[in-house]
């Protein structure tokens, strides 16, 4: 028992969770720098991790300033929920939601992403990932 709440805590930590801490601490150069460090890792993850990765890396770079970047990272985790509903827990929902709609007034109006179960989350404008992105999820 101890064994595995000593694997599944090592498992919540790592660069992943440096960069959620430090994002929620309000560290977003920290956390953008610290995932971009490992952007050659994403296509490698699982589906959650990648989620994960992919919404702090675009939050964190939307409070930089960052609205190109930001806008890259948050549609690309809007495509993989798109393509595997119920990868983003519903707080991630709310997280992307809130996130592309503040993006939304700072960029011109994309074309939003069809067929995205956001009901557990506020209502935004999802914009499609690039296309370097469009590839079926593993």
């Known amino acids: 028992m101890v ?12 660069y992943l969770g440096n960069a959620r801490s430090a994002y929620h601490d309000g560290r977003y150069l920290e956390a953008a720098e610290t995932l971009g460090e490992h952007e050659g890792e994403v296509a490698e993850m699982p589906p959650r991790k990648q989620a994960d990765y992919g919404l702090y890396r675009g939050l964190s ?4 300033g960052d609205s190109v970047g930001a ?11 798109q393509q595997r509903p119920g990868t983003l827990r519903s707080e991630q929902l709310r997280q992307l939601a809130a996130g592309l709609d503040e ?13 995205v179960d956001v009901s557990r989350a506020e ?9 370097r992105w469009d590839r079926p999820a593993p």
């Open 61 to 64: 770079l939307m409070k930089l």
């Open 3 to 14: 064994l595995g709440f000593l694997l599944g805590a090592a498992g919540c930590g790592g």
């Open 71 to 81: 806008a890259e990272w948050l549609g690309f985790t809007a495509t993989l929920e």
């Open 123 to 131: 209502p935004a404008a999802l914009t499609p990932a690039p296309a």
């Open 103 to 115: 993006l939304s007034r700072t960029q011109p109006a994309q074309p939003p992403v069809e067929d």
